[in-house]
């Protein structure tokens, strides 16, 4: 039954894509052991097992999951135990996010079976919580309650400990419009690459001819533009201080109409260089998706990531690698 779950869960969210492309789906993988509670009327008394979920995320604060537990349960009065597997898809909305823990509420339905006798279905509600462990692992617990229509609305309980996996979307990099050679890797051989590059170049090109006739800033633009926002270790969300610097920025942004700007993204020396080339990107898309938010025009803002390859510091120690987690920003004013 759990590769069915698996499976169908997939084909569903992959149907449901279209609806998520704004945020282009993270994945949610998990695995969980559980222990239920039924009513007496149900010829079942207690019940423990474990489980897998699937699900995918419409936006940062809803997702669409399907889940399978397979338990054995215990039948009073000396009988047998039996299997009892539940097979549920459901809705999931975050309405509370508090530094590493968010809130669960979530309904949906479900079906029932168990080996001798109960084939039901009916709907179920959700109370949960999670706690983040990085941008790719979370400690999650759910309460779970099922009523079963076709056994007159009879209900059991079920409670859900384990670990979720996230696979989060691979995002292009944008053009980066910085001055300087554009370095072709050798391994860049195939056709959307070389384009890719290509059209790379010639955005760069396109930038070195505005620089000549750009308008200037005054002094305290420049500096508003050019301060860069820091990151927590490991970490992409915007820290209430780097929000308070974008802020700064937006205004600079709305008196500069014909202003672009990209915001490159940096990790410390900590980790593999895919993993901080990734991490760096997603620190770009937060600092962009904040400007956003206010107001500013998406096509206005480029990003990249230089992951770890561009540290300010080399010192080891967290004081001195803190310095390396960052976002820089680097701008124009064309004419």
């Given amino acids: 039954m759990l590769k069915h779950a698996v499976l169908a869960g ?29 009513d007496k ?18 936006d940062p604060r809803w997702s669409i999951e399907f889940e399978d537990a397979e338990m054995r349960a215990k039948r009073p009065n000396g009988l047998k135990d039996v299997n009892v597997g539940i097979l549920s898809g459901r809705l999931v ?28 279905y009916g709907v179920d509600v959700l109370g949960g919580v999670k706690f983040k462990i990085n941008d790719k692992a979370a400690l999650r617990v759910d309460g779970v309650w099922d009523w079963l229509a076709n056994e007159d609305w009879k209900s059991y309980q079920s409670v859900r400990a384990g670990i979720t996996l996230y696979r989060h979307p691979n995002r292009r990099v944008e053009t980066v419009m910085v001055p300087g050679p554009m370095q072709h890797s050798a391994d860049s051989v195939s056709a959307a690459e070389t384009r890719r590059l290509r059209e790379a ?29 820091r990151f927590p270790f490991d970490q992409s969300e915007l820290t209430d201080s780097a929000k308070l610097v974008l802020d700064d920025k937006v205004e600079v942004f709305r008196a500069n109409p014909d202003m672009s700007i990209a915001i490159v993204g940096h990790t410390d020396l900590v980790g593999t260089a895919g993993y901080n080339e990734a991490l760096g990107e997603r620190r770009a898309m937060a600092a962009k998706a904040y400007l956003v938010s206010k107001g500013i025009a998406a096509n206005r803002i480029m990003i990249e990531s230089r992951g770890m390859t561009q540290p300010t510091t080399s010192t080891p120690g967290e004081g001195a690698q803190a310095q390396n987690r960052r976002a820089i920003f680097r701008f124009r004013v064309a004419q």
Avoid: K, Y
């Fill in 201 to 229: 170049d010639a955005a760069l090109r396109a930038l070195r001819d505005s620089i000549r006739n750009a308008r200037p800033l005054s002094a305290a633009s420049m500096a508003t533009m050019e301060a860069d926002i």
């Fill in 41 to 58: 009327a149900l010829s079942l008394t207690s019940a423990f097992g474990g489980g897998g979920r699937v699900g995918m995320f419409l």
């Fill in 93 to 120: 909305g975050v309405p509370i996010v508090a530094g590493r823990w968010s809130v669960l509420l979530g309904a949906g339905a479900g079906v029932s079976t168990e080996t001798n006798f109960l084939h039901s």
């Fill in 10 to 38: 997939a084909v569903i969210c992959i149907g449901a894509v279209p609806v998520a492309a704004q945020e282009r789906g993270t994945m949610e993988f998990g695995a969980f052991g559980s222990v239920a509670s039924f």
